[in-house]
């Protein structure tokens, strides 16, 4: 599949000062969260001062979009003060809401600067193979999994991905709201399998959505160079899971962390 960049797929439009739209590629196929989150996140991004930071996201999946149609992104303003910022971005399809999402930007002060030591002991990106991704119509990443390419085909419906490293194929603009925006775009990509218990498989004909999502950011992150995502399980219990997950640059920093709900909805038995 052709590479494709993230400023196209990513490309806004202004209709007012507080609403924007973008079309998700493809051809009335299945809609990516990880699209519908970075889009909201930009459009949020295009009303705060651009010298703040993203320091969350919290989104809501209510219902379910598809590719090739027009998204319209409405922002409201839920606080402006000059050290942070707060929007909602309620994400509409025609009738529909595929996401609605909270943002919180904050302008940065001084204060310790900590993370827990982890042991990185992971191979360099440059020594394992590409994944073929498993996002329809589109290819911006290059996705490196630590365990080698994903298993696909029967009895695999959604296979565990993670660890891997990732970074796009086509460079990223200076401007670190794109940055955060791609980064909340990856924190998405095949999470539901690793809400999963763990070495359980998810059955042919099975419904798995994403429910809620959440992501944190730490500190600056450079989406142009290699970053590791790691996701594993925290629960599945009456066929929701939830799933918590990391994000290191290069150096083995903790950059960014997210937790998503999911729901696996299994084909009913013959009796």
């Known amino acids: 599949?052709?590479?494709?960049?993230?400023?196209?797929?990513?490309?806004?439009?202004?209709?007012?000062?507080?609403?924007?739209?973008?079309?998700?590629?493809?051809?009335?196929?299945h809609l990516f969260g990880g699209y519908t989150l970075a889009f909201a996140l930009e459009a949020a991004s295009a009303t705060v001062n651009p010298h703040m930071w993203p320091q969350s996201i919290h989104a809501n999946f209510i219902d379910a979009g598809k590719s090739g149609q027009e998204l319209r992104m409405h922002v409201e303003v839920l606080r402006d003060t000059r050290a942070f910022a707060m929007r909602q971005v309620t994400v509409k399809m025609g009738e529909l809401t595929?996401?609605?999402?909270?943002?919180?930007f904050h302008a940065g002060e001084e204060g310790p600067n900590w993370a827990p030591d982890v042991a990185f002991e992971y191979p360099d990106p440059e020594t394992l193979v590409t994944d073929e991704t498993y996002l329809p119509f589109m290819n911006p990443i290059d996705v490196r999994p630590i365990n080698g390419p994903s298993l696909r085909g029967p009895g695999h419906r959604v296979p565990q991905v993670h660890p891997f490293?990732?970074?796009?194929y086509v460079k990223l603009p200076d401007n670190h709201l794109m940055h955060a925006a791609v980064v909340a775009f990856i924190s998405d990509y095949m999470v539901v399998g690793a809400a999963q218990a763990p070495g359980r498989d998810i059955p042919d004909g099975s419904l798995v959505v994403t429910?809620?999502?959440a992501?944190?950011?730490?500190?600056p992150v450079n989406a142009n160079d290699w970053l590791l995502f790691t996701a594993e399980p925290l629960s599945s219990y009456h066929g929701r899971?939830?799933?918590?997950?990391?994000?290191y640059n290069r150096e083995g920093v903790l950059v960014a962390s997210f937790i998503q709900e999911v729901?696996?909805?299994?084909?009913?038995?013959?009796?």
Do not use: C, I
């Open 1 to 29: 599949m052709h590479e494709q960049d993230f400023e196209t797929l990513l490309k806004l439009n202004k209709l007012g000062d507080f609403l924007y739209s973008g079309t998700a590629v493809g051809e009335n196929g």
């Open 98 to 104: 595929p996401l609605l999402m909270q943002a919180s």
């Open 165 to 168: 490293w990732v970074r796009p």
């Open 211 to 213: 429910m809620e999502h």
């Open 215 to 219: 992501l944190w950011f730490h500190r």
């Open 241 to 247: 899971g939830v799933s918590n997950g990391k994000v």
């Open 263 to 271: 729901l696996t909805r299994e084909p009913r038995t013959q009796a």
